[in-house]
Every structure is written in C-alpha cells, then in structure tokens.
T-cell receptor, first 111, second 116 residues
C-alpha cells in the first residue's frame, strides 16, 4: 500500500545549526507534499508545502526540496531556535484524496 | 470562524462502553478525516469522508464507525471500547481532495481518550 518513510525519528541540534528531515514516498502519482509541526500537547499545524511542479520552496528559515524522480522530499530549517523544538511530520497526497503521514521526527534544539 | 472543533477534549471509558466523538467545521470543507495518534506511530487514518452522506475506510478502521449526515459534522463512534483504542484522536478537514487547490488540512485540537 501507499507509504511514507521519514528519517530520522529524533534529531538534536545546537541553537543556530541547521536541521534536515528526509522523507520518501511510494505512490508515484502523489503530487502534494506538506509538512506539519506539532508542539507538545497541540494540534499539527501546516508550516510549508510543495507541489510536484516545483523543485524547491522557501519561507524565511524553512525550505522544502522535492525530487520526484527519486520520490523523496526534505525539510530544511536554518538558524534553528529553541522554539523550533517540536515533532515534524511529512505527508504525501494519497490516491484516495487523503494524506499519508510519516511517523514523525522529534527535533530538539539545545540553547 | 472557529475552524475545526472537537468534543470532548478528554474522556475516560471503561472497557466495553460506547461513545461518540464529534467534529465540527465551519469552513465549508468537503473532506473530513479522523486520525489516531500513538507514540512512534505518527498519524494513522481511521475513516474519512469526501462529502455529505459519504464515508470510507482508512488504514485502521476496525472497532470504529463514522457518519457524515451534515456537511459540517463528522462523528466517530466506538461501539465497544477496548484498551487498544487508548489514543489521541484528531479530526481534520480540507476544502478539496488531492491535487487541487486548498488541499491543506486544518486539524482540530484533539481528543485524549483513555480506555481502562
């Protein structure tokens, strides 16, 4: 079935460093790839998304890249801050009109 | 404009009891979804709906039923709760489906359910 693999499951960085989270997807027909941030005890919230006709998208300190040939996409966070600490989920548009989520990456930014 | 509202926020059930979780959205979204979130498992789709009067099974539908009698509401039912259903449940909605504009999900604040 459709699947999204996300790595790493945990990531610890020093404040000011960069963080990269990678995902691969199985459904070659997927064409929408959002990223969600979930703070402890809160709901997931969309932080950035990309469509398959675009290779890269940037919004201030966060960027997403997509390689459709290899079926993988990545989230890049530069100049990390303690408030970036959260669980990040990638997702890919499924064939049934729903999103398939990765299992999440817990990012810890140490001051 | 409240977005997506879930009730209740917390609930403790005894094994075998039944309950209904309510999700309401005021954004005129066509698609609605129920996910469960367990540690290390991410978000797993239980059931979803692509419009009023429609429902479909997701990845983990067993033990749950749903109904979408009104466009703005999506109900998740547990007929006979089991400890394995202890989880955080999130409802979400989206304007349209895959590949179309306005695809992004809006999530509710979640329901923390414990079955003892």
């Amino acid at each position: 079935g459709e699947n999204v693999e996300q790595h790493p499951s945990t990531l610890s960085v020093q404040e000011g460093d960069s963080a990269v989270i990678k995902c691969t997807y199985s459904d070659s027909a997927s064409n929408y790839f959002p990223w969600y941030k979930q703070e402890l005890g809160k709901r997931p919230q969309l932080i950035i998304d990309i469509r398959s006709n675009v290779g890269e998208k940037k919004d201030q300190r966060i960027a997403v890249t997509l390689n459709k040939t290899a079926k993988h996409f990545s989230l890049h966070i530069t100049e990390t801050q303690p408030e970036d600490s959260a669980v990040y989920f990638c997702a890919a548009g499924g064939s049934q009109g729903n999103l398939i989520f990765g299992k999440g990456t817990k990012l810890s930014v140490k001051p | 404009n409240a977005g997506v509202t879930q009730t209740p926020k917390f609930r403790v059930l005894k094994t075998g009891q039944s309950m209904t979780l309510l999700c309401a959205q005021d954004m005129n979204h066509e698609y609605m979804y129920w996910y469960r979130q367990d540690p290390g498992m991410g978000l797993r789709l239980i059931h979803y709906s692509v419009g009023e009067g429609t429902t479909a099974k997701g990845e983990v539908p067993d033990g749950y039923n749903v109904s979408r009698l009104k466009k703005q509401n999506f109900l998740l039912g547990l007929e006979s709760a089991a400890p394995s259903q202890t989880s955080v449940y999130f409802c979400a909605s989206s304007l349209t489906g895959r590949g179309q504009t306005g695809y992004g999900y809006t999530f509710g604040s979640g329901t923390r359910l414990t079955v003892v």
